[in-house]
């Protein structure tokens, strides 16, 4: 089912995880609603900007695939509504920013990216209609507000 020109259900809810230790990970409506709306309001948009294709790492996950891989039950991925993306030649922190400056998103993350390496990490974004345009670096112990590791070099 395509949930926008670019992105399909199959692809919101794949999970190699799910698919290794049996775990199912369909949506129910709701669920698939609001990865619509993620689809077409943020993936869309970053999809012909950058004019690449890419299929996210992570989106919708179910609580028990969810709690399998250790996140927080408070999770957006359980209710379709975040991605973990990475665009291919595109740096996490150009992403991250371009995204920053021309979307609305309720959160935006960028995880684990180290300024030493500038194809680290991934960008997780959100979205939920009422945004808060929060924006948040995080390095795997430490969460902090903006867009840190963005001093290059």
Same mark, same amino acid.
């Given at each position: 089912?395509? #949930? ?9 809810? *794949? ?17 698939? +609603?609001?990865?619509?709306? #993620?689809?077409?309001? /943020?993936? @869309?948009?970053? &999809? ?15 609580? /028990?695939?969810?709690?399998?891989? =250790? ?6 991925? $359980? *209710? =379709?509504?975040?991605?973990? $993306? %990475?665009?291919? +030649? ?13 979307? %609305?998103?309720?959160?935006? !993350? #960028? %995880?684990?990216?180290? !300024?030493?390496?500038?194809?680290? +990490? ?5 979205? !939920? +209609?009422?945004? &808060?345009? %929060? !924006?948040?670096?995080?390095? =795997? ?7 840190? =590791?963005?001093? @290059?070099?």
């Amino acid at each position: 089912m395509k #949930l926008s020109p670019h992105f399909t259900l199959e692809e919101m809810t *794949k999970s190699s995880v799910a698919l290794r230790r049996g775990i199912e990970n369909e949506p129910g409506s709701i669920e698939v +609603g609001n990865l619509r709306n #993620l689809c077409s309001d /943020v993936l @869309e948009p970053i &999809r012909c900007h950058f004019d690449i294709p890419f299929s996210p790492s992570s989106a919708y996950r179910s609580l /028990v695939l969810n709690n399998e891989i =250790g996140s927080s039950s408070s999770s957006q991925h $359980i *209710k =379709g509504e975040a991605a973990d $993306i %990475e665009v291919p +030649g595109v740096r996490n922190m150009d992403l991250a920013r371009w995204i920053s400056g021309n979307l %609305e998103f309720d959160q935006l !993350v #960028l %995880e684990y990216y180290s !300024v030493t390496d500038s194809a680290s +990490g991934w960008v997780h974004v959100s979205y !939920v +209609g009422k945004n &808060r345009n %929060e !924006v948040l670096s995080f390095n =795997g112990t430490v969460w902090e507000l903006g867009l840190k =590791g963005s001093e @290059e070099i």
